[in-house]
């Protein structure tokens, strides 16, 4: 047997063309919460759950860059989410990002799962999935 060298997922970095306005994004349709932001204004650090304990993870990292870049890619000409979110209430997630006039790249229903893309305030393409 393979002895086993990671534990856990730690944190999560995105890049950003602005921290301020992404973490207001976050928080505000997505329910992140700020977590704490170093002693520079290039990032931020945000997590799902309330609780601002220290060992709280994974972390979401928001990195300002002036590149421009994303995080997904394309298989056979299709984009493809590389962060991929689970919630429990995938239709009240979906008219909340209509209402508040979010890019929804697709949703679908495969049977075993619905599935959702949309893309954050910064072009990054994001999954959501309720399984059954």
Known sequence: ?????????????????????????????????????PNHDQMAFLCLDQENDADNRPLFLLWKTNESTNIHFTKNVVQMPVLCFKTNDIHLLRDKLIEAKIQIASFTDEGWAYCMDFYDINGNLINVTEYN
């Open 1 to 37: 047997m393979l002895q086993k060298h990671i534990d856990s997922l730690d944190h999560i970095q995105i890049p950003v063309k602005d921290v301020e306005e992404s973490i207001e994004w976050y928080t505000n349709h997505l329910g992140f919460h700020l977590h704490g932001r």
